[in-house]
């Protein structure tokens, strides 16, 4: 049986053409050239080959691996996307603390497979951890749709995950959003300033009345909409005295069955009914009170527009 080994002519050569790649998790390009015991190239030749990931010097712990079915072309040549058969899984792979080989192998039978090539993994994949500069656990305002979130970043809406599934941010937040032994939450900022979208969280009382900021925008409870300014609906109190009146008194009306007994030191006595006068009362002021009316909404807020905060996991 013709045994296959390979001249690895560009590892990760790929990947460097496309930064998009990293930015998708979609993981690295690896390119191997297919020959037999001769030396020829192996040419249109179906080829399984499995990609294998483990720590530095423990290349009896796999954290990852991977099976592609591939056919070479007229010239041997044979390349496969690492990482691309489990996405999710391979997003989370430890690369900001761990040092990873990579193993390739091919199947030579039924049963075996042949190691055809085993190396350090130096700079490229780690560009993928890096990102944009930003360290896990950051956050950041993010301007697009919810459903365009990129790669390698978790909405910040209080949601509660396994540990075991973002090990890295985890280890980052702890408990500190909330969780438990085996669970963590990430932060809730829905409806802060600067205004996460508010969604379900009731923070944006307003929410579904906000405007476009721009023509043909979105408007209502969702990212990129406008929000006047507004304070909380409140009330004014408070109390004071008039300012002295000097001597005076009152003309008032009574029905003429009452008469009128009070004491007056001026004016006819009225006593049949009609009007009458209460006594002089002297300088004095009157007290009050008073309690304005409510005006306003249910929170106070500058004017604002809606983003979507996410955090780097």
């Known amino acids: 049986m013709k045994k296959f080994n390979s001249i690895i002519t560009a590892i990760l050569f790929a990947t460097l053409l496309s930064s998009a790649q990293f930015q998708d998790q979609k993981g690295f390009n690896f390119q191997g050239y297919a020959r037999d015991e001769s030396g020829a190239a192996l040419g249109n030749k179906a080829v399984q080959v499995k990609y294998s990931l ?32 489990s996405v999710a899984t391979f997003a989370k792979l430890p690369f900001a603390r761990v040092n990873y080989w990579l193993k390739v192998e091919v199947k030579t039978s039924a049963t ?31 301007a697009g749709l919810k459903t365009n979130i990129p790669a390698g970043y978790l909405i910040c809406d209080g949601t509660i995950y396994n540990k075991t599934d973002y090990p890295e941010l985890s280890a980052a937040l702890g408990n500190a959003w909330g969780g438990n032994a085996t669970q963590f939450n990430v932060p809730d900022m829905r409806g802060f300033f600067l205004r996460g979208v508010d969604e379900s969280a009731g923070r944006d009382d307003n929410k579904n009345s906000r405007g476009t900021i721009n023509s043909g925008g ?7 909409t406008f929000q006047g300014d507004s304070y909380l609906s409140h009330n004014h109190t408070g109390s004071g005295n008039t300012s002295t009146d000097g001597n005076h008194y009152h003309d008032i009306s009574m029905d003429k069955t009452e008469g009128f007994n ?52």
Do not use: C, M
């Open 112 to 142: 075996n497979w042949s190691t055809i090539n085993e190396i350090e993994l130096l700079s490229v994949p780690y560009a993928r951890t890096a990102g944009n500069g930003n360290p896990v656990g950051s956050v950041i305002a993010y």
């Open 262 to 313: 009070g004491t007056r030191t001026q004016g006819s006595d009225r006593s049949e009914g009609g009007l009458g006068q209460t006594n002089w009362s002297g300088n004095h002021s009157h007290s009050f009170s008073f309690t304005t009316s409510s005006n306003g909404g249910n929170e106070t807020r500058p004017e604002n527009v809606a983003v979507y905060y996410i955090i780097k996991y």
């Open 218 to 224: 979105n408007s209502g409870n969702t990212v990129g």
């Open 54 to 85: 483990y720590p530095a010097g423990q290349p009896g712990t796999v954290d990852y691996t991977e099976t592609h079915s591939l056919t070479t072309d007229p010239y041997g040549i044979f390349s496969a996307v690492v990482g691309s058969k």
